[in-house]
């Protein structure tokens, strides 16, 4: 046993991520670039470990949410070209420069901030431009005057001006009103690209296709494509591209006890033996990131089959039902999730995402880097 895999770990499969960053680019059109979608520590992969392994495939972009996660693989040994997705402060303008980070700018005051900034320090800046198509989160406006800030922000002391992206809501839905509505969504991106240009400057680099675009909507690759989930093996319901899950939650027994019948379990009382019940403790709570929702909805793999998980999560273990797997005993494996136990069923279970539940495994839960 491992020193990393007494309790709780997740095992990281970095060929898998590599066979799915292959797998997609092999998919794409030619010339288009791959921007690699490392934010929230690689949605709990390790951004680092797969900064790099992305790096060495050839990923032309890399995407991170915040300075310090950008900081966190500059300090690490990315030289990739790096986008912040998300806010930067422009008083860490000279970070950003220094540090070659592309920053996204999203309404005309951030560009004139980012351009002051840079003024100051006579230093330049690549920045990307977002534009809200239909997400309305972030991003210059469409239509009206949004063409016009757009090409004051542009033209503005001290930025460069490289890209220009959106977001789509529901490229990863299907039906007919999500389809009709990621295409306006893309008409009013490339409307407004088409404005942008009639005014006289051409952005290098577009790009809007997500995941769910990159498998459904390929006439939206444009120059660049920032496939997320997919990279970690998941959102190809239709097992188009043939990706595999790149992380095992794992956990072991620790403790086996019997109860007879009528026993309740766990805080809050919320299950109650029916049967005499061999009840085995595992070392996985929701501070490792097992939600507390998931209480008495989900099993997990354990020895020659699955255990039905019982009574409330706790911060650092929980309870499951080892009655008819009396082949798992105290330092049996127990996957939460990964390559035999649906990460897909137990997000349905928990009423989420898979983002949700592969980004919630905590940091205190160990990566073991591994193939599986």
């Known amino acids: ?19 799915n960053y292959r797998a997609i680019r092999a998919a794409l059109p030619e010339g288009c670039r791959f921007l690699g979608v490392v ?8 951004a680092l470990a797969v900064a790099r392994t992305l790096e060495a495939e050839g990923a032309d972009y890399l995407a991170v949410s915040c300075l310090d996660e950008a900081m966190e693989l ?12 998300g806010h930067t402060p422009p008083e860490y303008t000279f970070l950003l420069a220094d540090n070659d980070i592309t920053q996204t700018v999203t309404n005309l005051k951030k560009a004139e901030e980012f351009s002051a900034a840079c003024v100051h ?6 920045v990307h431009i977002a534009l809200d198509t239909g997400m309305s989160r972030l991003g210059f406006l469409c239509g009206g005057d949004g063409a016009e800030n757009i090409l004051r922000a542009v033209r503005l002391p001290g930025l460069d001006c490289e890209g220009v992206f959106t977001h789509f809501a529901v490229a990863d839905e299907v039906g007919a009103d999500c389809e009709a509505y990621t295409r306006a969504q893309f008409r009013r991106f490339c409307d407004t690209i088409r404005e942008v240009e009639r005014g006289g400057f051409s952005f290098a680099i577009r790009h809007c296709a997500n995941s769910g675009a990159v498998l459904r909507y390929p006439e939206m690759d444009l120059d660049m494509v920032r496939p997320g989930l997919l990279l970690y093996g998941y959102g190809d319901a239709e097992g188009k591209l043939g990706l595999r899950p790149c992380m095992r939650f794992m956990t072991r ?7 007879p019948a009528g026993t309740p379990v766990s805080y809050g009382r919320r299950f109650v033996t029916e049967r005499p019940t061999r009840m085995g403790v595992v070392g996985a709570g929701y501070a490792d990131g097992l939600l507390r929702c998931l209480s008495n909805r989900c099993a997990f793999r354990v020895g020659d089959g699955f255990a039905e998980q019982r009574g409330s999560i706790c911060m650092d273990m929980c309870m499951i039902d080892l009655t008819e797997r009396p082949e798992a005993g105290v330092g049996s494996e127990v996957e939460i999730f990964g390559v035999e136990s649906s990460l897909d069923t137990l997000a349905d279970a928990a009423g989420t995402i898979p983002y949700e539940l592969m980004c919630a495994v905590s940091r205190r839960v160990p990566r073991v880097y591994k193939d599986f």
């Open 1 to 19: 046993m491992s020193q990393l895999e007494k309790r709780t770990w997740a095992e990281i499969s970095l060929e898998n991520i590599r066979h």
């Open 39 to 46: 934010k929230a520590n690689a949605y709990g992969h390790g």
């Open 74 to 85: 500059r300090d690490g040994g990315i030289t990739a070209p790096l986008l912040i997705l």
């Open 253 to 259: 027994v620790s403790t086996i006890k019997h109860y």
């Open 121 to 126: 320090l006579g230093r330049r800046l690549r």
